[in-house]
């Protein structure tokens, strides 16, 4: 079917979305969030304090909890914590969208710098806490729990691809089988942040060799940082086969079939869970260019047998099975 | 069965229910399907007037009988230091007022409403007395007016087929004053009436008989006095006649005031007593109508529903009717459209303060308030205060500010921003917070798209419940909130594209 003329270009016509295998959000909600991710294991994604436990239980690792504060703590509590700390990231337990994570990544005397290079003082630290605890940041404005990390020491290798802020690892793990992967760059657009709508860069990451494939920056195919200038035809994320082992086997700790998983690289310990998510995003497929849809419905079509395999052999199977196209 | 099944099943018996019931309302108990639908309502006042002889008084005054065509919707007593009260008396109601004394002019009243319907004006049979009461035609009446009356009678029998054709043709007869018979008759019977003579001619042709007593409803009629029709049984039913011009049936627009029977009022302790009518007509809204029939009958529908809830109480619901509107507003802007909000039924909300304040005074409102908010939120935020005594604070000054508003505006001569008390003040306060924070987070742009998708939301949702029709439908027919409802629910089933995304994913199609 054929769109009228002045809406070409600015829009598609939603069939040629279905051909090509794309998931829209009504399809992600009622197919799959609603089909394979049962309500009550929702609270170990939605709550990274019982992430960062289940994920003990499984022998995944997750960057280092330092603190928790489950009551509103008095500021002599908090700086006890933090003082002697160089290095740290304040989060909340139920924020959701990365909202009100706080990274501090020195000291300037009494003063707290951030990756921005802004200093903030011990009060606004103290403020900080006093927020998420009341519940700012977290779904439905619930009174929240406080949780302080240690700050991952990055792998330097994507340092070049990133601008100011953290980079990390998106994969979609459906029903065991990772399914699909991007990484996250901060650009300086993105005031630091890695969030895709606020114009950071999506790169693909092919499934069988960790190479990028494809990037995106605000819906544009671009071939390099545009601040660092580095190409991404050159990206190679190390410890790949670990990683997706990693993302396949969060499947087995948290239960949920649809599931988006975070990775961070680690300098010394390698890949490393920072939070799993039960309702993961639709813009991987523009950082890929390629629609979920049609990899969801090839594992749906499996048989039980396929279904019940350890997550070696998943893991083998979608490196293989959902390896990128070579590009023409 | 799949719950797509079910939400299938569930929403078509949801939307049966709700249609079925809406249907029965409009075509049984009348309620109007489309707004404006006025009905003509008559008020039909009796005044009984009598010169009181300053003893104890008492008077009668017979009241209407049910007619099928003519719904009473109400009626009302004036009885100013009158003992009053209403009794039955050989299947007919009598109003009867009573006083220990009175002296000069008295005056009471009895008025009712009645509203047309179609139909026939009477049910038969009627249980009245077929028997007939010979005049008595002899010594006192003279020869020739016997004569008269016989061969009137005769001529009319001969040129009819039975009773009906027979009481016409007498009838006609009676009114053409060339006829010499006719003439004859009349001139003997001076003081009395057409219908008191006809009947007695119709009692010496053995037939039975007796007058009924209405009103003719003509707009603005006063002082009027009641009009007779007559009634006659033709062996197996009883038949109504206009008696001037001898046609048969119950004119249109007749009011049945009295069917047979004694006098039409009674007065004791009284002289000069009689009844003037006066008739108005009003046209009135369709609903209140079918409102007012079926009060009466206590029809369980409406008895049971919101309509039998004080006013106050109703108005507050005509709103809240329009919420599920409001909210499937909402989910078709964001499961077709994907518009983006803050909070995601807030646009009901302030859709319901615009209504109240209307559109644009609402919206300058709306967006002073927030901006004034967010000043003073940014203000706020550096003086480290906990969260909840932040927002406290913040909903204190939107009241203050509300305040402000109302009187800097009134003092200006701008009344309608009194209105601005319609503003939900909680939802406020948090639609302020929550900005401040994406503003921290996020930066002014995405506040004024979360601001603006929102203020688009909830214009469309107040342009959706501000339309006659809509606000017609849910506040007389709440059972098509089932209908919504199951809509709702197949919406809810939709795994199509949003329009949003046609535009998101269209780098993905090269």
């Given at each position: 079917m054929q769109l009228p003329s002045f809406l070409r270009g600015s829009l598609v016509s939603p069939f040629t979305l279905r051909k090509l295998g794309v998931l829209g959000m009504n399809a992600r909600n009622v197919h799959y969030i609603a089909r394979?991710?049962?309500?009550?294991?929702?609270p170990i994604v939605d709550d990274k304090l019982n992430t960062k436990r289940q994920a003990k239980r499984y022998r995944i690792p997750v960057p280092e909890l330092i603190a928790a504060f489950?009551?509103?703590?008095s500021r002599k509590r908090v700086m006890e914590v933090i003082e002697p700390l160089e290095k740290f990231v304040i989060k909340p337990?139920?924020?959701?969208?990365?909202?009100g994570i706080l990274v501090i990544v020195g000291r300037d005397g009494d003063e707290y710098v951030k990756p921005s290079g802004n200093k903030v003082t011990a009060l606004d630290i103290q403020r900080h806490v006093s927020n998420i605890h009341s519940g700012l940041y977290s779904l439905g404005g619930k009174p929240d729990r406080v949780m302080i990390e240690a700050l991952v020491d990055f792998d330097p290798v994507f340092d070049k691809y990133s601008f100011e802020g953290v980079p990390d690892i998106r994969v979609i793990v459906f029903r065991g089988f990772p399914v699909m992967a991007m990484l996250r760059c901060s650009t300086h657009d993105s005031d630091g942040k890695a969030n895709l709508h606020q114009g950071a860069v999506g790169v693909g990451v092919d499934l069988?060799?960790?190479?990028?494939?494809h990037a995106v920056q605000r819906g544009i195919r671009i071939e390099?940082?545009?601040?660092?200038?580095?190409?991404?035809?050159?990206l190679l994320v190390p410890d790949w086969g670990d990683l997706v082992r990693l993302a396949a086997s969060c499947y087995e700790m948290t239960g949920l079939g649809y599931l988006g998983c975070d990775i961070v690289l680690d300098?010394?310990?390698?890949?490393?869970?920072l939070e799993a998510n039960?309702?993961?995003?639709?813009?991987i497929q523009i950082a890929n260019g390629v629609g979920l849809r049609t990899r969801l419905e090839h594992i749906e079509e499996m048989d039980l047998e396929q279904l019940e395999k350890n997550v070696d052999e998943r893991v083998a199977y979608s490196m293989d099975y959902f390896a990128a196209k070579p590009l023409a | 069965m799949s719950p797509r099944a079910q939400v299938y099943i569930l929403a078509a018996l949801l939307t049966l229910m709700g249609a079925g019931l809406t249907i029965y309302k409009n075509v049984?108990?009348?309620?109007?399907?489309?707004?404006g639908e006025y009905r003509t309502v008559w008020t039909i006042e009796a005044k009984v007037r009598f010169t009181a002889d300053g003893g104890p008084a008492k008077a009668a005054l017979t009241l209407p009988r049910e007619q099928?065509?003519?719904?009473?919707l109400g009626e009302t007593f004036s009885s100013s230091g009158y003992g009053f009260n209403i009794i039955s008396e050989d299947d007919e109601y009598r109003a009867v007022w009573a006083k220990r004394q009175a002296s000069g002019l008295q005056s009471l009243f009895y008025q009712l409403d009645v509203h047309q319907t179609p139909g026939a004006a009477l049910e038969q049979?009627?249980?009245?007395?077929?028997e007939v009461v010979k005049?008595?035609?002899?010594?006192?009446?003279q020869e020739a007016v016997r004569q008269a009356i016989y061969s009137l009678v005769e001529t009319a029998r001969e040129r009819s087929s039975d009773t009906r054709t027979f009481t016409s043709e007498l009838l006609t007869a009676l009114a053409d004053n060339r006829n010499q018979d006719r003439n004859l008759i009349f001139g003997y019977y001076k003081g009395r009436s057409f219908v008191d003579t006809a009947l007695l001619v119709l009692a010496a042709a053995d037939i039975p008989a007796h007058r009924i007593r209405g009103l003719y409803?003509?707009?603005?009629?006063?002082r009027l006095d009641p009009e007779d029709l007559l009634e006659i049984y033709d062996g197996k039913r009883w038949v109504v006649f206009?008696?001037?011009?001898?046609?048969?049936?119950v004119p249109k627009n007749f009011f049945i005031?009295?069917?047979?029977?004694?006098?039409l009022l009674d007065v004791e302790g009284g002289r000069n007593s009689g009844v003037t009518f006066s008739v108005i007509s009003n046209d009135v809204p369709a609903r209140d109508v079918a409102m007012l029939s079926t009060s009466q009958e206590k029809e369980a529908l409406v008895d049971f529903?919101?309509?039998?809830?004080?006013i106050e109480q109703q108005s507050i619901f005509k709103l809240i009717l329009l919420v599920p509107v409001g909210a499937l507003v909402v989910v078709l802007l964001r499961v077709f459209v994907g518009l983006r909000t803050s909070?995601?039924?807030m646009p009901v909300l302030l859709a319901i303060a615009f209504i109240e304040t209307q559109l644009f005074t609402g919206l300058a409102i709306f967006v002073l308030i927030l901006i004034l908010g967010l000043w003073i939120r940014f203000y706020l935020s550096r003086?480290?205060?906990l969260l909840v005594a932040r927002i406290a604070a913040v909903v204190v000054t939107v009241v203050i500010l509300m305040g402000a508003i109302s009187v800097v505006s009134y003092k200006l001569g701008?009344?309608?921003?009194?209105?601005?008390?319609?503003?939900p003040m909680i939802i406020l306060a948090w639609t302020i917070e929550r900005m401040s924070i994406v503003w921290e987070e996020d930066g002014p742009y995405e506040v004024v798209v979360q601001a603006g998708g929102s203020l688009l939301v909830a214009v469309i949702a107040w342009w959706v419940m501000t339309n006659r029709y809509i606000e017609h439908w849910t506040f007389n027919?709440?059972?098509?909130l089932l209908v919504l409802l199951g809509f709702i629910m197949i919406v809810g089933n939709y795994t199509g594209f949003r329009l949003g995304e046609l535009s998101r994913f269209r780098q993905l199609v090269r």
């Open positions: 394979y991710n049962d309500r009550d294991k929702y489950e009551t509103q703590p337990a139920r924020g959701s969208g990365g909202k069988a060799t960790g190479k990028s494939c390099k940082h545009p601040d660092t200038e580095m190409p991404f035809a050159d300098r010394k310990r390698g890949p490393l869970l039960a309702r993961p995003g639709l813009a | 049984e108990l009348g309620f109007p399907l489309l707004p099928r065509n003519m719904e009473v049979p009627l249980d009245l007395s077929t005049p008595m035609l002899g010594a006192r009446e409803l003509e707009d603005d009629r006063r206009e008696p001037l011009s001898g046609s048969p049936g005031w009295q069917r047979g029977g004694k006098s529903s919101i309509y039998s809830l004080p909070g995601t039924f003086l480290n205060l701008i009344e309608q921003a009194l209105t601005v008390t319609f503003f027919f709440p059972e098509l």
